[in-house]
């Protein structure tokens, strides 16, 4: 439409609605506005320019969910897309005037979504209101956001317990929610003026590391309630993160205090500095969180092991024991770190207690490294590292009398006795059946000689290569056989025999003295 200078775009009004399809037109247009805002948004962290281009897109996309929402109203179209297209409108409106940070304008907007998709849910089937529910509750956040924002206290406890519950909020309020959980637990940190570790008070002055402090209980408690094995990987990652920043922040101070840390040492008989000794805690406690992440993976894993039969027949890839095996590696390293931390060499209860967790992983790894060797047939190696086990195990129940409360987040060194003494039996009892397969393999029908089919025609041989594409029919290329040889080659030879001297078989004739040396000369012959 238009002239030869300017292109005037066809607008859909009510009278053409004769088909669907013209409402896909105006939905595509706001959806393409608000994808690039999104796009645009990512950027403004870096380019903050962006953030006006960031406005113009939603306003775009608010303006085309006001035609779309407007060409609903007609009779032509369901009452179902009636709503649905209402809810949108409301949808990208709050996002715009949570941009604006306009916040009472905005919690209406979502509330008024909010409320029509929970509608929704209730008066359609269980597989479409899976949809609209999981809409209201990317809503949800935004809202007690935008009540926090207006003077509603309570708002911040259930925000931070929503981001915990999900390991991480996405989309809109990402990084607003992250800014606002560390600006509160920054207001609490300035009360926060030392921490109790092992019967030891050390202050601690560094705000990163309050803030850390601070927020630990909470993510252990949500990593607790996790709902599924993402979430509480992706807590544990989080976590982990949160720990090296802080960890990396009391490096710096360490590093001005290298010298008066030494003559702390020096003076104070071996006692470490209050900054050493704060390191040495928050390493214990990244140690400590890697140790439980891996023991969870581990956990995952062993649950996978015991479904390996159903995963084979659908053929998905199953979990291996040497899987476990390099868990436990890194778990027993984390555990020989703690033992070396600094202020923490005299502790004798301390490494004690760690020597016992060494004991109960090292008899779990060695029992995974049994497994390994029952799928290759090593019983004898694998009836070895089930005594190892037993071994290991009956040392953590001798010596854990006093540490039986430290002990009771580690796995039950009783049900791994239990289930090694099954598996002793049921080694047994293969062993015994595969002797008797060998056996029954070997017997001279069914041995393959590697002899070819044509030097074997007198022998009955079960060979599976014959009906293969690489079966041995005769010996290819042949091999080299003596024949005569013809005369032509001593002809050619000839020149270059050596023959035997002669010398001794030929008669020799005496010399005539000086008479014939003369007649030789002048040719004279006798």
Not at 277 to 301: D, V
Request: proline share 3%; net charge neutral; with cysteine.
């Amino acid at each position: 439409m238009g002239n030869r200078h300017k292109f005037t775009g066809k607008k859909v009004t009510e009278e053409i609605l004769s088909d669907n399809r013209y409402l896909l037109l105006i939905l595509m247009d706001a959806e393409r506005a608000w994808s690039y805002a999104m796009q645009l948004k990512q950027e403004a962290n870096t380019e903050p320019r962006k953030r006006f281009h960031l406005l113009s897109r939603l306003r775009k996309a608010v303006k085309h969910a006001e035609e779309l929402e407007r060409l609903c109203e007609s009779n032509r179209v369901d009452a179902k897309t009636k709503l649905e297209a209402q809810a949108y409108m409301a949808y990208l409106t709050g996002m715009l005037r949570f941009e604006h940070q306009e916040w009472k304008a905005a919690m209406e907007a979502f509330n008024k979504c909010k409320t029509i998709y929970e509608k929704l849910a209730n008066a359609f089937t269980e597989e479409q209101a899976v949809l609209y529910n999981q809409r209201v509750e990317e809503i949800s956040p935004n809202i007690r956001y935008c009540a926090y924002n207006i003077g509603d206290q309570s708002a911040m406890n259930e925000l931070m317990q929503m981001r915990l519950r999900s390991g991480g909020t996405e989309g809109l309020l990402a990084e607003k929610l992250e800014a606002l959980i560390t600006q509160t637990r920054a207001k609490q940190a300035a009360t926060m003026s030392e921490v109790e570790w092992r019967g030891r008070t050390v202050p601690v002055k560094i705000d990163k590391v309050r803030i850390f402090l601070l927020g630990l209980a909470d993510n252990e408690a949500a990593i607790a309630q996790a709902e599924n094995e993402e979430t509480k990987e992706r807590l544990f990652e989080s976590l982990l993160s949160e720990c090296r920043d802080a960890i990396q922040a009391v490096r710096e101070d360490l590093k001005p205090d290298q010298k008066q840390r030494e003559h702390s040492l020096e003076g104070d008989s071996g006692k470490v500095s209050n900054i050493q000794y704060l390191h040495s805690y928050l390493t214990y406690i990244k140690l400590s969180t890697a140790i439980k992440r891996n023991e969870s993976m581990a956990k995952s894993l062993q649950k996978a092991l015991l479904q390996q039969q159903r995963s084979e027949e659908d053929g998905k890839r199953t979990a291996r024991p040497q899987d476990l095996i390099r868990l436990y590696d890194i778990i027993l390293q984390n555990l020989v770190e703690l033992m070396q931390l600094p202020g923490l060499e005299e502790d004798k209860n301390f490494q004690k207690e760690i020597g016992l967790k060494t004991l109960v992983y090292k008899a779990y790894r060695c029992f995974f490294i049994a497994q390994s060797y029952v799928l290759v047939k090593k019983w004898s190696e694998a009836l070895v590292l089930y005594e190892r086990v037993l071994k290991y195990a009956g040392e953590v129940q001798s010596g854990a009398g006093a540490f039986t409360n430290s002990l009771k987040e580690l796995p039950d060194v009783q049900d791994l006795i239990t289930q090694v003494n099954a598996e002793k039996y049921s080694l047994q009892a293969a062993a015994i059946l595969d002797a008797n397969d060998n056996h029954e393999t070997e017997s001279p029908s069914q041995v393959k000689d590697g002899k070819p089919l044509s030097e074997r025609f007198e022998t009955f041989c079960l060979d599976p290569s014959l009906v293969s594409k690489q079966v041995s029919l005769v010996h290819f290329p042949p091999g080299f056989q003596p024949i005569p040889c013809k005369p032509l080659f001593f002809d050619l030879a000839l020149n270059h025999v050596a023959f035997p001297p002669l010398e001794d078989k030929v008669e020799q004739k005496a010399k005539s003295g000086l008479t014939g040396y003369i007649k030789g000369i002048f040719g004279f012959k006798s």
